[in-house]
């Protein structure tokens, strides 16, 4: 047997031996993240019960969303004199949820911008009337009852509306 028959042989051996050793370290990686993973959905399970004793967050604000004719929330897009438009409030931050009872109440900072809140106060109707000459109004929900008096503003612009009849022209055809 020559020197290199010796040193291929502890070579194959050495090899062999790292490769068990790299699979048992491999066993032994998997078994401690399996027991990391099952302490993790333990601690998930205690900290889900601790939120679900938790109170809701205070209430801070309202965002105000148009709704479209279908009823889906949208970005406010103004209102057609002449036409109404429909709002609904969230309560903020996320989460956050009005004390039992109360009722937010909506105001129009202009005359010709009508606003009729939902019995709930949930949502506002706002009537726009035809052939005003506003271009846009602040629309408010509040919940002056709740500490903090709680609220929020969006401006809403007034769109074109068809104009109105304001007279008749005759003329004499014979």
Same mark, same amino acid.
């Given at each position: 047997?020559?020197?290199?028959?010796?040193?291929?042989?502890?070579?194959?051996?050495?090899?062999?031996?790292?490769?068990?050793?790299?699979?048992?370290?491999?066993?032994?990686?998997?078994?401690?993240?399996?027991?990391?993973?099952?302490?993790?959905?333990?601690?998930?399970?205690?900290?889900?019960?601790?939120? =679900?004793?938790?109170?809701?967050?205070?209430?801070?604000?309202? %965002?105000? =969303?148009?709704?479209?004719?279908?009823? +889906?929330?949208?970005?406010?897009?103004? *209102?057609?004199?002449?036409?109404?438009?429909?709002?609904?409030?969230?309560?903020?931050? $996320?989460? $956050?949820?009005?004390?039992?009872?109360?009722?937010?109440?909506?105001?129009?900072? %202009?005359?010709?911008?009508v606003a009729t809140p939902?019995?709930?106060?949930?949502?506002?109707?706002?009537?726009?009337? $035809?052939?005003?000459? *506003?271009?846009?109004? +602040?629309?408010?929900? $509040?919940?002056?009852?709740?500490?903090?008096?709680?609220?929020?503003?969006?401006a809403v612009p007034v769109?074109?509306?068809?104009?109105?009849?304001?007279?008749? =022209?005759?003329?004499?055809?014979s």
């Amino acid at each position: 047997m020559t020197f290199a028959d010796v040193w291929q042989g502890l070579k194959d051996l050495m090899s062999g031996r790292i490769e068990h050793e790299i699979l048992e370290l491999q066993r032994q990686i998997l078994h401690e993240l399996s027991l990391l993973y099952r302490v993790s959905e333990t601690e998930l399970e205690f900290l889900q019960k601790i939120l =679900q004793r938790l109170p809701p967050p205070t209430l801070l604000s309202f %965002e105000i =969303q148009q709704l479209d004719p279908g009823g +889906n929330p949208l970005p406010i897009t103004g *209102i057609k004199a002449g036409s109404t438009g429909t709002f609904v409030e969230t309560p903020l931050p $996320a989460g $956050a949820v009005l004390p039992p009872g109360t009722i937010p109440q909506w105001t129009s900072s %202009e005359h010709d911008a009508v606003a009729t809140p939902s019995t709930d106060g949930t949502q506002c109707s706002v009537a726009v009337v $035809a052939g005003t000459t *506003i271009t846009t109004f +602040n629309l408010t929900c $509040a919940a002056p009852t709740v500490t903090g008096s709680p609220s929020g503003t969006v401006a809403v612009p007034v769109l074109p509306g068809t104009p109105l009849v304001t007279g008749f =022209q005759i003329d004499q055809t014979s």
